[in-house]
């Protein structure tokens, strides 16, 4: 089969393009359920309000830990499908992101400065509570920190990743 793409060019003139159709097989990465494939992960987006506690053990009983977003396009992606799942105005969701000692890491054990990204909130973290070691994401994508282990303290979705 034979693939035509069309440039219209403002002098008239036809450039055209051939190209012979090519047929990609890939084995899916991801299988079962899921929300969201990238860069080799599987995401899960759940909704519904949960603590920190029991948004994690959602996440293991899938299969996976609370999501590593560590690039600006998995945030976007991640953000873009929580959105499309039904996410969205003021509520939040709960990340992998959590402090450890001083620095904030992923469930790999990564640190945020390994990856180079981070997508804090204006004047996050700020540690408001004083126990404030978990990160949820905001519908805008930010990030913001939030107690890990106060069960008054929900968020309204969970994201979650597994390789």
């Given amino acids: 089969a034979t693939v035509r793409f069309e440039n219209d060019s ?4 036809d450039r055209s393009v051939f190209v012979d159709a090519v047929s990609i097989t890939r084995p899916a990465i991801c299988t079962g359920e ?7 992960q599987c995401y899960k987006i759940y909704l519904g309000q949960q603590a920190h506690a029991e948004a994690q053990s959602q996440c293991r009983a899938w299969g996976g830990e609370l999501a590593a977003v560590q690039t600006a396009m998995e945030n976007s992606a ?5 959105m499309a799942r039904g996410l969205g105005g003021l ?3 709960w990340i992998g992101l959590r402090k450890q000692g001083s620095a904030w890491g992923w469930p790999d054990g990564s640190s945020t ?4 990204f981070s997508n804090w909130a204006s004047a996050q973290p700020d540690n408001e ?4 070691e ?3 994401m905001e519908a805008d994508g930010r990030w913001a920190d939030a107690p890990c282990s106060s069960s008054s303290e929900v968020m309204d979705g969970t994201a979650c990743r597994k390789p």
């Fill in 10 to 13: 403002p002098d008239g003139e």
């Fill in 129 to 132: 509570s004083g126990d404030e």
């Fill in 34 to 40: 899921h929300d969201l494939e990238l860069l080799g």
């Fill in 91 to 93: 509520q939040r969701m």
């Fill in 113 to 116: 400065a390994e990856w180079e």
């Fill in 78 to 82: 991640v953000r873009r499908r929580a």
């Fill in 134 to 136: 978990c990160v949820a």
